[in-house]
DNA sequence: ATACTGTACTAATAAAACTAGTACACGTAA
DNA sequence: TTACGTGTACTAGTTTTATTAGTACAGTAT
């Protein structure tokens, strides 16, 4: 269930986040549902306990898993709770970016026309580029479980 | 004219470019003026060229000198053309984000909804803090030229 | 008690960022 | 041309950061 490839750049606890936000946005994994142990994962793909608990640790902080000290960690988020766990990020980092740009002294009206000129542009750009790849990071995998 | 703190973590050639901009910014360096040599800065503030060649190729980036190889590298904003430069910035920034999150197959108007939410966050956080540091990155400077 | 669970702390390794050394190319003025 | 100014490309060394693993500890359930 889970494809990791270890000779991928990408970090192998972000693998694991990736795999785990895919998972639970296809509702393979459903909510309360436990998710392998950190040890279990450990072995089954040949890495360190910590490795795991770290990719753990990443999706608890997004909102997506909550963790039981002694019980296990479990999917916390239906699909829709994902879609908002992922707005929370995307706001967060809207909010950083709006803070610098205050900072120049522009007023609200500048930013929202921004705002509105950013989205244009995604969208062509996605128009643009016709059936390519998808946005999963890395399909390549060495190891399926 | 130049405020360099050589203990800082921030990178030296990352304080010069903040240098370059605040001045840029107070109108102390006129528009088309000729900005330090890179070997000139260089002795100055005991660098290597490079760094400070590093320094005016970021400025270059982000448009606020232009060089000319032979000649020197001489400021090209006003600070009007310094404000714009720094939405370049942002609107790049706001782009990336945009991006990702027309990826998650979310409307228009819940993205500038989320535009909106920023906003007023940051502006929540702006009057909250009080009259307390500049949003300068580094003051505490060792050396002066 | 035993066997499971997650976690904290430290250390070793891998990767990246930053700065400096050196050599080269272009432009201007004598 | 020659000399001296300018910026830049390429390489290497150092420092810093990120990533992973080793080990030991703490909570929970049977």
Redesign the pocket.
Known sequence: MFSIDYRS?V????QIVDNVERLAARGVLQPDSQ?P????LAVELS?????V??A??EL?ARGLIY???????FLAASSSALLQAMEQQTLRRLHMLCSEYICLGQPRERWLTLCKEAWQQAENHENGKEEGEKHDRDTGADQTL
């Open positions: 750049p970090p192998l606890y972000l998710l142990s950190v040890r279990g890495l360190n306990p910590n490795t608990s770290r753990y640790g608890e963790s039981l000290p002694g019980r296990g960690n």
